[in-house]
C-alpha cells in the first residue's frame, strides 16, 4: 500500500475536455484513441464498448491513455459504423454539446492527464485495457462536481476543477485495488517506478523531445552501456525506448494542437521530426487521423 501511496503523492493531473454530450444520432467508433484518459459517464440512454454488454444508467466507462477501443454511443443495433477519422468529419451530424436534452441519450464526458513525476501517464504506463465502473455513487458524485464548478464560472473554478479531478483519479485507483483489478501491472509499475536511473531516462525524455535521444544519449543518463539500455528499458517498462519516445512526442504534439496556433510543420520540429511528412505519416498511423483533422476535431466539439 505505501507504493502505491508514493506513486499516488507523485501524480500530477490536468484537465483537458469537459462536457455534456447528447446523441443526436446513434454511431459505433471503430477506434476511438486518445492520448488522455477519458471517462464516460452515462446519464441516459445507451452506451457501450467492444463486446461488453450496455453499460447502465450512471455507470462509467474507463478508457486508458493509448487504448484504441470500439465504443457505441447510442442504441447499438441502430448504431452507423464509422472510424475516428470518419467521425471527425461529420461530428455535428452525431453530437451536440450545447443546450443538451435531458431526456434523450446523453453522457458526461471528460478527458485528463494523470503523469508520474510529470512524466510518465500512469494509466498508459499500467497497460490496462478499457473498463467499466458500476453502481459507484461517489465516482458518479465527483464527475457531477467536476461539470458542475466548470459551468458555474465562480471564483477558484479552476482550482475546484483541478481538485476534483485529483480526487477522481483516486477514486479510480482505489476502484482498481478494491477489486483487485490488473493486479499484475500495478505490482510492475510500482517496482518501476522505485528506480532513480529509470526516472532519471524519463525526465531526460521529456525536457529533450527534440534533442539527441538515441540510446547511447539515454545510456549516459542511467549510466549504463549502449548495448544494454535498451534491454535495461524494456525489462522494466515493457516497451523498447524508442517506441515510448515516439509516444511522448505524439502526445506531446497532441497537446499543441489542442492548445496553440502553431503550424502542423513547426509542431512536427517541436517535437522531434525535421520531416514534416514523415511526421504526417507517423501521426496517422498512430492516431488513424491526420494531425490537421485532429486539430479540426478538437476546435468542434473536443470530442
Known sequence: MEDYNKIIESLNVRINSIRKIGVIKPVAVENYYDVQNTILLLNKGSLSCNDESDLEEGDVLFIPSGQSTSVFYGDRKDSVSMTNEELS???????????????????????FDSKVFESVNFFQSLDIPTFVIKANTKLRHIISEILEENDANLPGKERMVKLNTEKLVVEIVRYILANNLFVEQLATNATYFKDPRLLDIFAYIKENLNGDLSNKA?????????????????????????????????????????????????IGQVVGYRDTAYFCRRFKMMFGISAGKMRRRESTINF
Not at 105 to 111: A, G, K, L, R, Y
Open 89 to 111: 468529419n461529420d461530428m455535428d451530424q452525431y453530437f451536440i454539446s450545447d443546450n443538451v436534452d435531458v431526456d434523450s441519450d446523453n453522457f458526461s464526458f471528460i478527458t
Open 218 to 266: 539515454l545510456a549516459n543518463i542511467a549510466n549504463v552501456s549502449e548495448d544494454y539500455v535498451g534491454q535495461y528499458f524494456k525489462m522494466l517498462t515493457g516497451i523498447n525506448p524508442q517506441d515510448y519516445i515516439e509516444y511522448q512526442r505524439m502526445e506531446y504534439a497532441v497537446d499543441l494542437l489542442r492548445t496553440s496556433k502553431k503550424s502542423i510543420r513547426d
